[in-house]
């Protein structure tokens, strides 16, 4: 029981959901090391999200409301890590769950399934009919009523080569990643450098915001976004939390 006054709580916690989530089978073994990778990143941002994230995340929920099919990708590492509000969100922009791993095997799919199952998933899309082209491994395999004919996918932390061939397919891809030098972060249409843990819920209240919103306003906050300059920021908002951490030390060493 890790208790609430560590200094590092949050960040425990999700550790231990990830564990949670290879002991039930659900997340892949290869899902430490990716949170391993988050983690520093994270560390690096100083655990906490950036005006330019939060700008990336209100983006994306003005992608995803006036999207015509939109679709949000779940791997062993998100359905570990945050099932309510990953449902929550797919509620709030009326986008569908679709299953697709990178190390896939059926059985851990089907888990993930029953796991969104049992935390009120009702919208999925199932299948695996269709196959995304130019991929050669599991991530190809897809729902021809759902990410194959998605407009919009959210795909919360991807792989490159897969982000590329859903672009090269003309659907524009929303990114969750912390690091953003990742082919994925350079390739995706919004990437949004944020902790998943905090980039769903504040994509949630951005939908609840923005739902009520005219059209205009929405392809207004889509038209003024550019993601190569939120990508230049994000490496510059790292350097900027580097160089003030460094001048703390540097004064408490001095004192
Ligand atoms: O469940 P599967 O089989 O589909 O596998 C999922 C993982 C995540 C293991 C798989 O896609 C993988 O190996 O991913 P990568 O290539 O390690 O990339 C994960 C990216 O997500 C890295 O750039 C990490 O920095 C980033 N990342 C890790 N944890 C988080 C994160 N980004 C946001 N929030 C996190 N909590």
């Known amino acids: 029981m890790i ?42 941002i100083g655990e906490k999200t950036t005006p330019g994230a939060l700008n990336a995340e209100k983006t994306a929920a003005a992608l995803l409301i006036l999207a015509k099919n939109p679709v949000i990708s779940i791997n062993g590492n998100v359905a570990a890590l945050v099932p309510e509000e990953i449902i929550r969100l797919s509620e709030a922009v009326n986008a569908p769950l679709e ?81 953003p030098l990742s082919r994925t972060a350079q390739t995706a249409s919004v990437t949004i450098v944020d902790n998943v843990v905090r980039a769903i819920p504040n994509m949630t209240r951005f939908a609840d915001e923005l739902r009520s919103s005219g059209k205009d306003e929405l392809q207004k906050i889509i038209e003024e976004f550019d993601n190569k300059k939120n990508l230049a920021q994000a490496i510059d908002d790292i350097s900027k939390h580097l160089s003030s951490s460094l001048l703390l030390t540097l004064s408490a060493n001095i004192i």
């Open 3 to 44: 208790p609430k006054s560590h200094p590092r709580y949050e960040s425990l916690i999700t550790r231990d959901k990830i564990v949670d989530g290879i002991n039930k089978g659900i997340t892949s073994t290869q899902g430490l090391i990716a949170q391993g990778r988050g983690e520093a990143f994270d560390y690096l």
């Open 99 to 179: 299953v697709n791993l990178f190390n896939r095997t059926e059985e851990r799919a089907e888990k993930i399934i029953q796991h969104l199952v049992s935390y009120g998933a009702k919208n999925m899309r199932i299948k695996t009919d269709a196959l995304i082209p130019g991929i050669e491994h599991d991530r190809t395999k897809v729902d021809s009523s759902g990410i194959f004919s998605a407009d919009v996918v959210l795909v919360p932390l991807e792989d490159g080569d897969r982000c590329k061939a859903l672009v090269d397919m003309g659907k524009t891809v929303i990114a969750i990643d912390l690091n």
